[in-house]
């Protein structure tokens, strides 16, 4: 380790302080609207308080162990092995990350509510009768719990088959010499390095359920976040959400915490020395087979559905799509998400690097840079609104707004993939490189960018499809006049008319899929040549 | 050939930016919290009679935008601001978002309907009004009033809106006029401890009454026609409440139509708010959604109730908007999500 810091190290250092006081911006704003009104506002009694935290914290940790549990097999039984069907196997459990949980929620809701499709179906083919069947417990936390787990369990596959992957074969080969037995070596070599990955996954899968607004709120279950939105869209008085918000914020900073602790710190791994983990569970092959199939329920089911009321007719002449407008919509979305990527993906690799080489305050103000995904993406639209009305009037029309609330949307998910980018990039490279009298200018695009590109552009991809679905901000500040799809889905949805919503959902979740199955194909950490 | 891959991002971008609409001068610039579906034929009509004038329009939540309108206050982007709630135009008045206008057309509103110095109109009007599922209720049965709902042998049948729903806001708002702060917040706690369910959209309330999972639910008029002319799950019967001497009526509320101040395209703005209150457009506007036109003698053509069919709350709207902030907290304090 070298004494002096490298110079990126100060540049990314002080890009960090700014970016950290953009991200932080929305959240002061908030807060100075909680403590500014705070004689005013009644806060909400403790009884209702009490049962939206209840809720908010058991959506939370359900969501988490059951993407957990889901998550963590899938990574355990993909990783075993090589061979291209497992390959397809690991692309198809990434897959339900491209439907956004709304489309998700709105799909099952509308399949297994009370007198849904489902019960429709069943009464039809006279198997049942109308309520005979629970359907009634669709709703509640269970179900939400459920829902939004299945929808999440990628945010746990990806990081822990990654930790998986990222071990060396050679502590395998160890444990084997020294006569351990598969199940000792799982528990004293595998757990350890599982236990870390899916605890810091789990809870940025809890961290996204807090925030969450579509789930819940279909399945009836009153949050903190539902009870922020219905204060935005309730009042013009703000207060409440703003005081509602506190704990929200206070909950994903200690989240983010946990997160940071299961995260890689740094790695030895050498392309060469990784193999297929031989980990082998007895009678693997039906866990196997269960799974892998389980796997494909959060992915096909919401297709299913939209395919079905997509060759619904329409009754009311309201789900005639414009396809010209849709079309439209598709390119803006695009667009949009491609620039809030690139956009994004080069403010993140400050704080990244920050985050790597940076002092104390660069890792500080780069850890503020993540704390963006706890605020409610009403505050931050609002807040971009007003500090470009005040700051540059001239750019207040048109897409910028926007660009810029979404590009702080995103922020705090590609500081973490590029931080995780970085990973390879170890310290010794530096040291090298300084070596060799390289400028830091040099390192920096000679020898940190290419090694950490192939895990750049997949963090590109994946904030390009977080963009893609991405609604409040881009509800409220898109140009009047020019749709996204995110737009075009909520307007028919929240009126009911799913069959006018299909389409645009559909296109949507295609434009996502694509480019996901593409990355996950070639992500970097699979088919390493066999020792 | 690398660099052209590298700069592909950039050119997206210059695309997405360059993509966004240029100014043009005869333009109208529509914020709507009512949404497309309902708007739509009226935008069509507008094209057709002026085809000059570009509409370019945002829908999104009444109070979103309203909020937006606030945050925009220092250079507006919006000319035009078309809500679902009349307590939203009154509760932003103050704060000098809206013109102070006299748009042709709206001298024969009722004054209740419009702000007496121009800066809200009602469009349509619409009442608050109890659904209930014939299947599972009788017309004899089901409650002629709002305080009859709380009633034990309702307990866990009944949807209701949540606190954050606009004319449920209102109702409050208007029965704390009515019946007074303590009698109106006794009814809402009876609702709460009665197991009343508080729905989030207003939409999954109609269909749920209609698929037979609440026996009864509180609405606006309009749901009812939209309910009954689904597919499925249109048993639904309606009640226009509290309708004996000594009760309070029927709570109304309007879909409103207001001017932006500092609207960037002025005269296009008049002539969009004026083009809603011509008969044509008055019976459009109202027919899409079976609402109840506020230009008298306009009747709606689709066979629903007409306005006159009921006796209104009488409840000054502006004296209940000043109350609904207190209203919000009553309904919070209550328990009611």
Request: net charge positive; proline share 7%; with cysteine.
């Amino acid at each position: 380790m070298n004494t002096s810091r490298p110079r990126t190290a100060w540049v990314s250092s002080a890009l960090s302080i700014v970016l950290a006081l953009l991200v932080i911006l929305p959240i002061v704003v908030l807060l100075s609207d909680a403590v500014g009104t705070y004689s005013r506002v009644a806060l909400p009694p403790s009884s209702l308080l009490s049962r939206l935290t209840g809720n908010s914290i058991g959506l939370a940790v359900g969501a988490a162990l059951v993407a957990t549990l889901i998550g963590g097999a899938q990574a355990l039984l993909l990783t075993q092995r090589a061979g291209w069907v497992l390959r397809v196997w690991r692309v198809i459990v990434v897959l339900p990350l491209a439907i956004p949980p709304y489309i998700v929620a709105m799909c099952t809701s509308a399949l297994l509510r009370p007198r849904g499709l489902a019960e429709r179906w069943l009464v039809e083919a006279g198997l049942s009768t109308w309520g005979s069947l629970p359907f009634a417990a669709f709703y509640g936390l269970p179900g939400g719990v459920i829902v939004l787990g299945c929808a999440l369990a990628p945010m746990v596959y990806l990081p822990v088959a990654a930790a998986l992957e990222r071990r060396s074969s050679t502590i395998d080969d160890a444990a084997r010499v020294y006569g351990l037995g598969h199940f000792t070596a799982f528990v004293r070599l595998t757990l350890p390095v599982v236990v870390p990955a899916a605890a810091g996954a789990a809870a940025l899968v809890a961290c996204y359920a807090i925030g969450e607004y579509g789930v819940p709120a279909l399945f009836r279950i009153p949050t903190l976040s539902t009870a922020i939105y219905s204060r935005y869209g309730g009042s013009a008085d703000r207060s409440g959400a703003a005081l509602l918000s506190i704990p929200l914020i206070i909950g994903a900073a200690f989240l983010l915490q946990i997160a940071d602790r299961g995260a890689p710190r740094t790695t030895d791994r050498t392309p060469a020395d990784w193999r297929p983990f031989p980990w082998r569970a007895g009678g693997s092959r039906a866990i196997h087979g269960v799974l892998v199939m389980g796997s494909m329920v959060p992915l096909l089911l919401p297709l299913s559905v939209l395919a079905y009321f997509l060759q619904l007719p329409d009754r009311h002449g309201f789900g005639t799509v414009d396809s010209q407008r849709l079309v439209a919509a598709a390119f803006q979305s695009l667009g949009l998400a491609l620039a809030t990527a690139t956009l994004a993906t080069l403010a993140s690799l400050a704080p990244a690097l920050a985050l790597r080489t940076g002092g104390r305050i660069g890792r500080f103000a780069a850890r503020l840079c993540q704390y963006g995904n706890a605020t409610p993406g009403i505050v931050v639209a609002l807040a971009v609104v007003v500090a470009t009305h005040t700051v540059a009037p001239w750019a207040r029309a048109g897409v910028f707004p926007l660009l810029l609330a979404l590009v702080l949307r995103t922020l705090p998910q590609s500081t973490t993939t590029t931080a995780n980018a970085l990973l390879p990039v170890a310290h010794r490279y530096h040291d090298v490189a300084q070596t060799l009298a390289m400028t830091p200018w040099q390192i920096l695009t000679r020898v940190v960018l290419p090694v950490a590109r192939p895990g750049v552009i997949a963090g590109w991809v994946l904030a390009a499809i977080t963009t893609l679905k991405e609604l409040p901000a881009t509800m409220l500040l898109h140009p009047a006049g020019s749709d996204t799809l995110a737009v075009r889905i909520w307007m028919p949805a929240a009126d009911g008319l799913y069959a006018a919503a299909a389409l645009p959902a559909f296109v949507l979740v295609l434009l996502a899929l694509v480019p996901l199955a593409v990355v996950t194909w070639y992500a970097p950490t699979t088919e390493a040549p066999r020792a | 050939m690398h660099r052209l891959r590298a700069s592909l991002p950039f050119v997206f971008l210059l695309i997405t930016v360059a993509c966004s609409p240029a100014p043009r001068a005869d333009r109208v610039v529509i914020y709507s919290g009512r949404s497309e579906a309902f708007v739509q034929p009226v935008l069509d009509a507008f094209a057709a009679a002026h085809p000059e004038i570009t509409v370019d329009i945002k829908y999104g939540k009444n109070t979103e935008l309203a909020a937006l309108i606030a945050a925009e206050k220092s250079s507006p982007l919006a000319d035009i601001f078309l809500t679902t709630d009349m307590l939203v135009p009154l509760g932003a008045v103050e704060n000098g978002i809206f013109a102070e206008t006299d748009i042709p057309g709206t001298a024969a509103i009722p004054a209740a309907l419009r702000d007496s110095r121009g800066r809200w109109y009602s469009v349509t009007a619409r009442g608050r009004v109890i659904l209930y599922d014939t299947d599972l209720v009788t017309a004899a049965e089901v409650p002629q009033s709002m305080l009859a709902v709380t009633d034990p042998r309702w307990r866990g049948k009944v949807a209701f809106a949540d606190a954050s729903n606009g004319p449920f806001q209102a109702q409050v708002a208007g029965m704390m006029l009515l019946l007074g702060q303590e009698r109106t917040t006794a009814w809402l706690q009876a609702l709460v401890a009665n197991d009343t369910h508080f729905l989030a959209s207003a939409t999954d309330l109609r269909t749920a009454v209609g698929n037979g999972e609440f026996a009864i639910g509180v609405a606006n008029h309009y749901h009812y026609e939209l309910q009954r002319r689904e597919a499925s799950g249109n048993h639904v019967g309606i009640v226009f409440p509290d309708q004996a001497a000594d009760e309070m009526g029927v709570f109304l509320n309007s879909a409103t139509v207001s001017i932006v101040a500092g609207a960037p395209h002025r005269s296009a703005a008049e002539t969009f708010a004026a083009f809603l209150f011509t008969p044509e457009i008055q019976r459009l506007f109202a027919d899409v959604n079976y609402e109840f036109p506020v230009v008298p003698g306009v009747t709606i053509t689709s066979g629903a109730t007409q306005i006159d069919d009921f006796r209104p709350a009488a409840v000054a709207m502006d004296r209940a908007a000043s109350l609904a902030p207190t209203a919000i907290s009553l309904m919070q304090a209550a328990g009611i999500p």
